[in-house]
């Protein structure tokens, strides 16, 4: 299983912290990936033999003589014999060019229905050396307004490098998230660290923050009857796929994941 052989590679590792709050399912198994969970994909691609390209901002997908030309927001288009997108998919519906015209209705209908919630993520670090005193690796908040997750993060992936400083990790609420999607991560940052002092009074000042506002966090409404993958267009083929299609959870990328390479498989 894939589970198997991340454990036997040590990409991932059962979860032995204490996670307070953390609610198990019975007969289920919780895991951490000890070098984040960056790892699991990075694992997969130097598997694959990819030549990966990073941080390149599509924009357009045209059909230019039986080919898909990808345009991005910065450098010259290129063409592909397929395309497979596996983004937010109401970032598939911001894409211009021929794929607009080539969603047919009832696609662009189930595409539509689904729905992301929202959070901001706010790291802070420390440096080499600094004392976190907490009896938890991570912690699950009930009753604060703003704050729902925090993490030790080198705790909870149990590991303890000599020369790096810890780093804090913190959620928001989907609710918090929602109420001020459209405000600045900074007026935001001074809120959640607000919320995270009542929690954590203890908590040393770090040497630096960041805070990312996440607006496609976790899928809270899939594609309809959860296909996995959706086929936009099949000569060339153009499929779009991800957690969207399916859940957001491991085995569900997994799953579409597994769809995608079966009905590009066909196509070859």
Request: charged share 20%.
């Amino acid at each position: 299983s894939f589970y198997e052989e991340l454990l036997c590679d040590g990409v991932l590792q059962p979860l032995a912290a204490p996670v307070e709050g953390l609610v198990v399912r019975e007969g289920s198994c919780e895991y951490v990936a000890p070098q984040g969970i960056s790892s699991v994909v990075k694992y997969y691609l130097k598997q694959s033999g990819a030549d990966v390209s990073c941080e390149q901002h599509v924009t357009h997908i045209n059909l230019r003589d039986g080919r898909w030309e990808v345009s991005r927001k910065s450098g010259p288009p290129e063409q592909f014999d397929v395309v497979i997108l596996t983004i937010p998919v109401p970032k598939i519906l911001q894409l211009r060019g021929d794929i607009v015209n080539l969603i047919n209705a009832s696609q662009k209908q189930q595409l539509e229905c689904v729905s992301y919630s929202s959070r901001y993520a706010l790291g802070l670090f420390y440096e080499a050396g600094t004392g976190i005193d907490v009896p938890w690796a991570a912690q699950y908040v009930a009753d604060n307004p703003c704050v729902r997750f925090v993490s030790i993060d080198h705790r909870k992936r149990n590991i303890e490098p000599p020369h790096v400083g810890p780093s804090v990790v913190v959620h928001t609420t989907v609710a918090f998230g929602r109420d001020h999607l459209d405000a600045e991560p900074a007026e935001m940052q001074r809120v959640i660290l607000s919320h995270l002092q009542d929690i954590v009074p203890s908590l040393p000042q770090p040497r630096s923050t960041k805070c990312h506002k996440w607006r496609y966090s976790q899928v809270t409404k899939a594609v309809p009857n959860h296909p996995g993958q959706m086929i936009l267009h099949a000569e060339p083929l153009l499929i779009c796929g991800g957690d969207g299609f399916t859940r957001s959870s491991f085995d569900g990328c997994i799953e579409s994941a597994m769809s995608l390479a079966e009905a590009v498989r066909s196509h070859l």
